[in-house]
């Protein structure tokens, strides 16, 4: 059987490593080579669990969606992300990587930031634990995302600029690698996402694989087994689809669907789906399928979604993609957004517009009746309130 999991030498299939500069080394062999270790001790896993609980709210719920399961002919299930702490997976993987900075010793805690939402969850956990926190985040984005540089500020992050380049996420994460650079020995690195050099995205993957885990033993009780028929979640880096998918990777009952922010259309040139676009190439620090033109140069990616508009996608998924374990759908603005309304209608919730994409994909695609479906709802709709406000003209 196929292994969907990483290998020793940290890729998945043809996709993954570590490509970094000669003086980033240290840092990440140390992280490298005492990460499984640090997960593995009963005391880690014990006051992770206990935060997951007490402090994230855990486990999330998986909710049948009746009405929605109605509309669409089949049985869908949410797995309700967006009522964690912060709203959304992403405080899952901060949690971790703060009990893994402070087992290594680290007291300063640096993340990237593009839309906020990462610096948000990052800054939440840093002063939960008392620990230094500098977020970079590009010049135009700290413009465009307010609210989310007065919440890290609330929370006691200092928000530095990144003013090189086109001033967003990649001047951001480069901006971040030099401060790691530089201050090698006390700084913990926080990555966002299923992304960046071995062993980033197989630990943010393990921390986040807490989604599966719940699946499993909330569909026994609800269905009387632990396999859907099909998991769905949308694809920024990968997070919350890495850990969606994960207890289900060597699950052959069990379909992976991905789905990708096809912006203004997969062929408009404002496009963020990796899948169809992208070419095998190095962005932060892994070799991973990316968006490029062919000098290599890295593509602007667009989508309405803050969180999908990312140039490639993490190398587990690239992986997924290339073996065609996993089904890669491409889901455009207008369409994200006419499902994440109806979610609101039908279900009375409102998702983020990231959720929206995964959510969409019912009117693209038809289910048995009796399949059931596992849609992870990756996050709450507050932060993008005035973006469906703008688009609705509400
Ligand atoms: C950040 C974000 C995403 C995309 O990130 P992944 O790492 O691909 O999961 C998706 N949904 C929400 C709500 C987010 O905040």
Redesign the pocket.
Known sequence: MKNYNVNEKGYYGEFGGAYIPEMLYPNVEELRQNYLKVMAEPEFQKEFDQLLKDYVGRPSPLYFAKRLSEKYNTKIYLKR??LNHT????IN?TIGQILMAKRLGKHRIIAETG?G??GVATATVCALMGLECIVYMGEIDIKRQAPNVARMKMLGATVVPALSGSRTLKDATNEAIRDWINNPVDTHYII????GPHPYPDM?TKF?SVISEEIKWQLKEQEGRENPDYVV???????????TYYHFLHETDVNIIAVEAAGLGVDSGESAATSVLGKEGIIHGCKTLLMQTNDGQITEPYSI????D?PG??PMHAHLCKTGRAEFMAITDDEAMKAGLKLCELEGII?????SHALAIFEQKSFKPDDVVVL?L???GD?DLENYIDYFKI
């Open positions: 992300e967006d709203g959304a997976h992403k993987n839309a939402q990462h966002g996402s299923a992304i943010v986040q979640a949308c694809i920024g880096g990968g997070s919350n689809a890495a850990g979604s803050a969180g999908l990312y996608v993490g998702p983020a517009i990231e959720s992870s990756s996050g709450r932060k």
